[in-house]
């Protein structure tokens, strides 16, 4: 539901950083001109992306928040590379594990250039910073999974990298058996519960 998307707390310090992780990593295709988001959630991002000069539309089941396209992750209503690059951020854990294959599959479908996924990643995060004159800032994550837990970091969501059974390995794996190209993944530093996958085709 659409207020679920603005309500107190939902829009924390985290969750505006992970917004401009999704934009950075979309504009890293220079020649990109249009994105399908699946799962728009309040439209922050799809808006900026817009106003920054990208034919950017949406998919989502619940048609409260007024998606271009009412469908599942696993199912969109769209042509064959209809889509330079599609984003999925944090979307494809609120399916069954069992699902991942397909929904990848209907993302290379769709996108004729690369696509951008972001997960939950669950664990302890160690994140180190320093800045000295004329250089910018630096920064290095250590990641601890939390391999021994099976409970998800919320009720909606079914599986989350980091926890038993669910390695960042494995997930690379299934990306690279899809017909992905991992060109980039990363954690950022002001974001440490996500995982980024920047991909090609």
Known sequence: MTQNYIKPGYITKDRWNNYWYQIDSLKRFRNAKTVLEIGPGNKVVNDMLKKLGFLAKSVDVDKS????????????????????LVLAAEI???????????????????????????????????????????????FGILKIPHFWRRKTSTEEHFWELGLRNYPVRKFKKILKKAGFKIINNFIGHDDPSHIFFVLEL
């Not at 290379?108 to 250089?135: D, Q």
């Open 65 to 84: 928040v007024s998606p271009d396209y009412i469908a599942s992750a696993e199912k969109i209503p769209v042509d064959d590379k209809s889509y330079d």
């Open 92 to 138: 494809i854990e609120h399916l069954p594990f069992e699902k991942v294959d397909e929904v990848l599959e209907e993302i290379k479908r769709i996108a004729k250039t690369g696509a951008v996924i972001s997960l939950p990643h669950s664990g302890y995060t160690l994140s180190l910073g320093f800045k000295v004159p004329l250089i910018k800032w630096k």
